[in-house]
């Protein structure tokens, strides 16, 4: 062969295989394009978690199939773990943690909260939630990944401010976490550009507000929710195959602790930060009330509208007296349930994690605060209960005298006793104290449920209630009547409640007597430290009102809490 021939061989070789590339690079090409939302779960749309992002080859339909991994984010449900707490933990120890979590079917133990696929935001790994977040770029990724940011930053200054209980206590805790999801881009709507991460309405909802954010609109199943505050922005928009997808949006206000942003003239922390984490706590934003169950028998009422509070006091009092009271009431003032809820510092256990000062909780009803958190209430109380004394012929029983000495001691030390607490209290010492009285008093009423003469705490509790919604109506009418009694120059009708809760006395010792063997005296002593238990509840935890621009803001409908309905994050 010649050498012209040689080249011509080479040159039609050449031309060959640049065609076998072209050809193979075309079919590579198509076959990569049935990878459908391949190119939307790259790192310019999700950050780090792209690292997860597959192509699986099917060979029944000739195609690749995307797999994306984003994350479930929902709140974890948590203790320490008895067998690790038994034992003293050491300065500095790691504290053995037990969680649920959606879909697991045994605890899992860890001391940083990692597995394999889940654990609390805080604990992620840091490219997981900060890849890119803060450089601009993240206003055209998934909306998700500055909401972890947003969530971790804020956890991490929560823990900060040593707003979780220690690791030296029992509690049950709640924390944002998450656990990757493996998904296929087949399963996505037509109309969806971005993968989206999925949470749940009851989770959410309480997610949001840790965050700062206060509820404007809050109808998921119209799909219509909407939330802003500190910075933060959350709305929804609904997609008919999917149903609602919230849309996040985040200014330069990052942490909910940073004075500058988050303090305002007067330096007073805004009500929807730094409430106490608990499950419990979490359920008092939806409006319902959890109960301590060893006394109460029930695990809670609910009481977030005035149906919930009707139906609450017909279980209450089956008569139908206190329910008809508060309805009367309320045709003179629409928020008047004036006297019920008393039920909130009489039922509820201690949320106050002991050694914390935080003590802030959400309003769990309409008209939250009972004459058992009123200034008033606390000193008509201790006038009323030295003329009971006075006025006995016989000596006061133990558990009246220490009533009397324990009121007397607190009132001499602490002013908070009988002013009230400020949102921000900072003395850790007096709520040790008067959290220490309380436990003092449950031992009380856990021995009279088990001595001869047995007097039911939640017995106690729904008679002082019956009578209790009556105070507002008589109270007024004896002032127009000019016989009001000693009001100590403060507000004069909730003065005169409480002289009406002590006149009350005789009814309820009347309704007793149908429940209980226990004698007058006895029953007059359970009713004094009903009451007492009541005052130390209430000066362990601080009612925050609702915000004046949206009055139910705080307190969302009780149908879901807890509720697992499905929303997403695009």
């Known amino acids: 062969m010649g050498a012209e021939e040689k080249n011509i061989a080479s040159a039609a070789l050449a031309v060959a295989l640049v065609a076998l590339a072209i050809a193979t690079t075309q079919l590579l090409g198509q076959m990569f394009a049935t990878a459908d939302g391949y190119r939307r779960c790259q790192s310019s749309v999700m950050g780090a978690w792209a690292q997860y992002t597959q192509l699986r080859w099917k060979w029944s339909e000739m195609r690749f199939e995307t797999l994306f991994t984003t994350p479930e984010i929902f709140l974890l449900t948590y203790k320490p773990d008895i067998e690790a707490t038994m034992k003293p933990v050491q300065q500095g120890q790691d504290l053995k943690w037990v969680g649920t979590f959606p879909g697991a079917t045994e605890y899992h133990r860890f001391s940083h909260p990692h597995s394999s696929n889940f654990g609390t935001i805080d604990s992620l790994e840091p490219k997981l939630v900060d890849q890119d977040v803060g450089t601009g770029s993240y206003h055209e990724m998934a909306c998700w990944l500055p909401f972890l940011h947003s969530i971790r930053s804020n956890e991490t200054q929560l823990q900060r401010s040593q707003i979780y209980a220690t690791a030296t206590h029992y509690h049950t805790s709640r924390r944002p976490a998450c656990r990757s999801i493996q998904k296929s881009w087949d399963f996505m709507a037509p109309e969806l550009v971005r993968p989206l991460a999925t949470t749940n309405v009851g989770d959410v909802a309480i997610i949001v507000q840790r965050l700062g954010m206060t509820w404007q609109t809050f109808r998921p199943e119209e799909g219509e929710m909407r939330a802003e505050g500190n910075g933060h922005i959350?709305?929804?928009t609904l997609v008919r195959s999917i149903g609602p997808i919230l849309h996040y949006a985040q200014g330069h206000v990052r942490g909910v602790l940073r004075d500058k942003y988050w303090k305002n003239a007067t330096g007073t922390v805004p009500p929807e930060v730094l409430l106490i984490p608990t499950g419990e706590a979490d359920m008092m934003r939806f409006g319902i009330l959890p109960c301590y169950v060893d006394l109460m028998k029930c695990e809670q009422y609910t009481m977030g509208t005035i149906d919930e509070v009707q139906a609450t006091l017909n279980l209450l009092d089956p008569t139908g007296s206190a329910s008809k009271k508060v309805r009367d009431n309320r045709q003179f003032e629409p928020t008047a349930t004036f006297g019920f809820p008393d039920l909130i510092s009489m039922a509820a256990p201690m949320l106050r994690q002991s050694g914390s000062t935080k003590i802030r909780l959400p309003v769990p009803t309409e008209h939250c605060i009972g004459l058992t958190s009123h200034k008033e209430g606390f000193v008509v109380f201790r006038q009323r209960l030295g003329n009971y004394i006075s006025n006995e012929h016989t000596e006061p029983s133990h558990q009246i005298s220490w009533v009397l000495e324990s009121y007397d001691s607190l009132k001499s030390v602490y002013p908070y006793w009988e002013e009230g607490l400020e949102p921000d209290c900072q003395m850790d010492t007096f709520l040790d104290k008067v959290s220490e009285l309380w436990w003092q008093t449950t031992t009380y009423f856990l021995q009279q449920e088990q001595s001869k003469n047995?007097?039911?705490y939640v017995d106690l509790v729904a008679c002082?209630?019956?009578?209790?919604?009556?105070?507002?109506?008589?109270?007024?009418?004896?002032?127009?009547?000019?016989?009001?009694?000693?009001?100590?120059g403060l507000r004069d009708w909730l003065a005169e409640g409480m002289h009406m809760y002590w006149d009350y006395l005789p009814k309820i010792v009347d309704d007793m007597s149908l429940k209980t063997n226990a004698s007058e005296t006895l029953i007059h002593e359970a009713w004094i430290m009903l009451m007492f238990r009541a005052f130390c509840w209430s000066r362990c935890h601080y009612m925050c009102p609702p915000d004046a621009r949206f009055p139910d803001s705080t307190r969302l409908p009780s149908r879901y809490w807890n509720s697992k309905l499905p929303v997403y994050l695009g």
């Open 464 to 488: 002082h209630i019956k009578h209790a919604v009556n105070f507002w109506h008589e109270g007024h009418e004896r002032m127009r009547n000019n016989e009001g009694r000693d009001h100590h």
């Open 234 to 236: 959350i709305y929804s």
């Open 454 to 456: 047995q007097i039911r």
